[in-house]
C-alpha cells in the first residue's frame, strides 16, 4: 500500500510542498462542511419546520369541524391568509409522492420532519421555481393542497455560509502558492548552479530567500570558489609537471636518435616513446580539460573529424548512423579526446571500430564498437576505475595502456551531465561503448 501510495506522490519539491498546503486546508473544510450540515441543514431545517406542523394541523381541524363543504373552504381561506398559506381545498391535481431535489439536502429533513408529525400527509413537493413547498393532506372534505414559502421551513439562503468559505479558501490557497513559489524559486536556483558547476559551467547565483536556503547557497559558493582555486592550482603545477617531464625526454630521445641503428637502441627508442604516451596520458586525466571552455558544437561534424584523424593516422575506423539535431553545448576538444581514447582502446583489443553518434531530446549518444574480446559484464564497472587493466593483454609492457583510457572518458562524459556505458555489441561481437552526455541547449 505504501509502496503504491509513493508512486503517486510529486517527485519535485514544489509538488510535495503544494501537497502538504493543499491535504490539510481540504480536510479542514471536509469537516466544516460536514459539521455544517449537520447544524444547518439538518438541525435548524427540522427546528423550522415542527414550527409550521401547529399551523398546518390548526388548519386541517378547522377544515375537519366545518359543517360543510363551502364553509370549510371559507374558514381554511381566512386562517391561511393570516397564518401567511395558501390553502386549496378539492385540488383535482393533488400529488400523491414526495417530490425534491436531489442536491437538496435541508428537503430530505423537511419531508421527513412533516411526515413524522403529520399522519395525514399525503405528499409534500419541494418546488425550486420558485422555492415554495406544496403540502397534500388528507381531510374529511378531500384532498387539501396547502403552499407556503420555502424560508418558512429552511434558513433563508443557507449556501451562503459554503460559498464564502470556498471562496476565502481559494483566494488563500492562491496566496499561498505565490508565497511557496517564492519560498522555492531560490532552491531552484542553487540547484541550477550547482547542476551547472558539475557539467563545467560557471553560472552566476546570489544566495537569496529564507535564512536556511541563504547559509545553503553560500556554503556552494566558498565550495565553488575552493574547487576553482583548486583545479586553477592543480592545473598550473601540472603545466610545469609536463614540461620538467618532457624536456629530459625529448634530451633522451634526441641522444638516442643519434646513436648507431641497433636493436638495442630500437628498444630504447620504444621505451622512450612508451615513457612520453604514459607522461601525456596521466597529465590528460589529472588535468581533465578543466581549463576549456564549452561552446556549441555539431556532434555529426565532430565525429566526422574524430573518424578522419583516426583514418590519417592509420587505424581502421569506419563510420556507422550519424543522426544529429543541431548544435549541443560541450568542450569539443574534451570529447574528442575522450572519443580517441575509446577508439584507440577498440583497436589494441580488436581490429576494426566503427563510430556512430545518435541525437535525443535530452542527450547525445556517441557510440565505439569493435571486433575485439569485449569485457565481461561483471567485470565492466571496475573498468571504469583509473590505472585498472583486466587481463595480462592489456599489461603496457605487452601493447596495452595503462588503465586511464575508459576512465578519462567516463570522467569526461559525467563532466557533461552523462556517463559512459559498457556493453556488447550485436554487429561485431566485441565491446560497445556508449558515450552519453546531456543537452544543454
Known sequence: MFGALKNIMPRG?????????????????????????????????????????????????????????????????????????????????????DERGFWDWSGREVIATLRE???????????????RVRITLTSTKGPVVIVMDRSRVSASNPHQLLVLMLSTSVLMTLIAFVFLRNQLRPIKRLATAASAFGRGQHLPYRPRGASEVRAAGAAFLDMRTRLERTIEQRTLMLSGVSHDLRTPLTRLRLGLAMLPEDPETAALLADVADMQRLVDEFLAFARGDATEEPAPTDPVDLVHKVA?????????????????????????????????????????????AVLSVASAERSVRFTVEDDGPGIPQDLREEALNPFTRLDKAR?????????????????IARAHGGQLRLGQSADLGGLRADFVIARTS
Not at 595502456?401 to 570522467?411: M, N, P, R, T
Open 13 to 97: 519539491l514544489y509538488g510535495r510542498a503544494a501537497l502538504i498546503l493543499i491535504v490539510p486546508v481540504v480536510a479542514i473544510q471536509v469537516v466544516v462542511l460536514v459539521t455544517f450540515i449537520q447544524r444547518h441543514f439538518e438541525g435548524v431545517t427540522r427546528q423550522l419546520t415542527s414550527g409550521v406542523v401547529g399551523e398546518i394541523d390548526l388548519i386541517q381541524r378547522r377544515i375537519d369541524r366545518a359543517p360543510g363543504r363551502i364553509s370549510a373552504e371559507d374558514s381554511a381561506r381566512d386562517l391561511s391568509r393570516i397564518l401567511g398559506f395558501e390553502t386549496d381545498l378539492g385540488s383535482p391535481d393533488a400529488a400523491s409522492r
Open 308 to 352: 578522419d584523424n583516426a583514418q590519417r593516422g592509420g587505424l581502421a575506423v569506419s563510420l556507422g548512423s550519424c543522426g544529429g539535431a543541431g548544435e549541443v553545448t560541450m568542450r569539443p576538444m574534451a570529447v574528442t579526446r575522450a572519443l580517441e581514447n575509446l577508439i584507440g582502446n577498440a583497436i589494441r583489443y580488436g581490429s576494426r
Open 395 to 411: 599489461d603496457p609492457n605487452r601493447g596495452g595502456g595503462v588503465g586511464l583510457g575508459l576512465s578519462i572518458a567516463a570522467d
Open 117 to 131: 408529525d403529520i399522519p395525514s400527509i399525503r405528499a409534500v413537493q419541494l418546488l425550486d421555481e420558485p422555492r
